[in-house]
């Protein structure tokens, strides 16, 4: 995992950028990230693109962004997640100052569910300020080490994510109660992960 402090046009001093290499298990099995951001940014601040090989979604957590995509401009304001298939011209741009999260995600079957959702609830989705889908963004975006077990757990939580972000009330309820008999499985995980982690860095100690 790499942290780069960022000074692109628009991109404030304090932003950041994540970059993480899959390995050949979980790119070719698992849903998995490798760019992520938290950016502060002024009006200066936009992108356009034509063609990215990666699906995005940007969460805006301060200010509004414009957003064209599929012959459409939009406004998303504090609590819209915006998901994009990166591989149609987009582009968005601050139209305030702005706060957003952001992360670039790939894998097993990503690709189609993203268009499914495009297709059925657009581009923006105003889910307004969510304590259940910002935990799920912060364990995506966190800083990773190398693990297996942190690989697995992340693609847990991307799916849960897209789960809730997108339910209706009817089926809202069983996610919760999925989501919650998974906790203790996921405590565990963690646990095991920590661990890992601990080895590892122990590992780096001797050499």
Request: charge should be negative; aromatic fraction near 10%.
């Amino acid at each position: 995992m790499t942290v780069i402090m960022l000074n692109d046009m628009g991109i404030l001093a304090d932003s950041v950028r994540y970059y993480h290499d899959a390995d050949a298990f979980t790119a070719a099995n698992l849903y998995y990230v490798p760019h992520a951001g938290s950016y502060h940014c002024d009006e200066s601040y936009g992108m356009q693109r034509d063609y990215l090989d990666i699906c995005q979604m940007l969460v805006v957590d301060e200010g509004e962004l414009s957003v064209t995509y599929r012959g459409e401009t939009r406004t998303a304001g504090p609590g819209s997640l915006v998901l994009l298939d990166c591989r149609e011209a987009h582009s968005y741009h601050a139209v305030t100052p702005i706060r957003m999260r952001w992360f670039h995600f790939e894998g097993s079957g990503s690709t189609a569910y993203t268009q499914l959702i495009l297709n059925t609830h657009g581009f923006i989705l105003p889910t307004g300020q969510n304590a259940e889908i910002d935990e799920c963004i912060r364990r995506i975006i966190r800083p990773r080490e190398l693990c297996k077990m942190e690989n697995a757990l992340c693609h847990f939580h991307h799916l849960f994510f897209f789960c809730v972000a997108v339910a209706d009330d009817r089926h809202l309820d069983l996610i919760r109660c999925i989501g919650d008999r998974m906790q203790p499985l996921l405590r565990e995980c963690e646990q095991n992960n920590a661990a890992c982690l601990r080895n590892l860095n122990a590992g780096r100690d001797v050499l």
